[in-house]
């Protein structure tokens, strides 16, 4: 929210910092409300990363959870956007952060005293802890100085896994665990959200000196997915675990209705970047096996990585093959803001979550003040007006994307099927639905020199129409029609290129000339 627009009127118009009244003036660029348009990206939700009152720039450290942020704007501008985009067809997620609170929260702050109605809300110790946390930083913090005078009542510190600035909460308290449940149900019935992103969900209960995936957190999250969907049945989890695939498949459909899988998203940029099939094979086999239906999230990278291009070298063309991985496989794909333009960015974590680029120029059409933080050095080129002149940019390449991925119920929702291809630099693999029954054919050279001796097992070719060649819906325009003796349906395969090929479909019978 902070940098995807400023807004250009209203109270907040431009303070330099993105706000939701920003983001409405800016929802063309991603669903303008017509399906036959092409000048918008097409996305059917959003997911806004925290947006209520935090003491942060990034705001996972919550001080209000039924308050909209004032730099970015109120409850009712709020409900505001939520209308609009279901004007649009367009869902809101909000990212919901439950596993600890700010160190400014009321509640904490009152939490020190020992007859405090909040202080077992919080996890303290009154012995010295020598327990780390699991990348080996310190989770137990000392009392803050404004609780020092009780210290001889109270604890030597508290447990916060993150930083001493986000204690978290106890969720063995009933308290808690009601508690979080109404700010659930405040966010589906009062503020229209239409589910949530749960932040660092795997930490949510410890059981020292485990502090990741514990039966209890398993227990915990089937009783909230439980609630969520008797408050709203349609209403969206999508959780944050951070780990193999194997871990984060027994956040099951009863705890979470979707999972993000960094595994995934690692192979899919380690093939874009080395141009090797065998990473990323072996990922989707392990994912296709362990999600059957693709019911999990994908993605490149989010705000915690380093970005998407930056990762492929600056490479535009490798971008372009990450998001042609990405958008033709299962699952439901996210994407962070400003990879649909190739915004660059790395660690320390402020420069990932740049204000994103709009227009050329020192502002880059973000705010008419001083941007909350400088533009990324390449906003003067790398930006959205200068990619939607051109119908070659990474822009158009995704808008194309999504809208084949919107049009096409088997790159949707379709089954996978990977086929051999005898070449490491190569991958492909079927997309199939049943009802309505559509089967495409995806191809991806992944190498930097374009390839013409890969292999398809013809058996596994559908019995093409005569004379008739498949369709690259990428491109366009149709290739070539396979034989027996020659089954490979684009004779020369480009570099860095994909290819979604649809043959014809044979009329049923009693269908075309002269059928009754």
Partial sequence: MRSFSDSTSGPLAGDGVGDLRGLLERLDHLN???????????????WLMPVTESPSYHGYDVVDYRRIDPEYGTNEE???????????????????????????????????????????????????QTVRGPWGQEVWHATPWWQRGWRRFLAYGY?????SGMPDLNHRNPEVVAESREISRFWLEEMGADGFRLDAIRHLIEDLPVQEDTPETHEWLRGYQEFVHHVRPDALTVGEVWADTETVASYGPDELDLTFQFELAEAILEAARWGRSDAL???????????????YATFLTNHD?????????????????????????????????GEEIGVQGAKPDPELRKPLPWTGGPKGGFTLGRPWQELDAEAATVNVAAQDRDPESLLHHY??????????????????ELVPTGH???????????EPAEALLVLVN?????????????????EPMPDEAPVDLLAGRPTRAPTAADPRPVAQLAARRAYVLAWPQRPAAGEGAGGS
């Fill in 32 to 46: 303008d409300g017509d399906p036959r348009g092409g000048d918008d990206l097409g996305v059917t939700a959003l």
């Fill in 78 to 128: 709020f409900r505001r956007l939520v209308a609009e985009a279901h004007r649009r067809g367009v869902r809101v997620v909000v990212d919901l952060v439950l596993n600890h609170t700010s160190s400014d929260h009321p509640w904490f702050r009152d939490a020190w005293r020992p007859d405090s109605r909040w202080h077992d809300w919080y996890i303290w110790s009154r012995e010295p």
């Fill in 159 to 163: 447990y916060g896994i993150f930083w």
């Fill in 281 to 295: 094979t072996r990922a989707v086999e392990r994912l296709d096996s362990a999600f059957p239906g693709g019911r």
């Fill in 305 to 337: 990585q380093v970005r998407t291009r930056t990762v492929l070298g600056g490479s535009f063309e490798r971008s372009r093959m990450a998001a042609s991985l990405l958008l033709t496989l299962p699952g439901t794909p996210f994407l962070y803001y």
């Fill in 399 to 416: 808008r194309r994307l999504i809208a084949l991925r919107n049009e096409h119920p088997a790159l949707r929702v379709g089954d996978l």
């Fill in 424 to 434: 490491d630099r190569v991958v492909a693999w079927w997309r199939r639905t049943t």
């Fill in 446 to 462: 992944l190498g930097d020199d374009a390839v013409n001796d890969y292999h398809l097992d013809p058996s596994g070719l559908p």
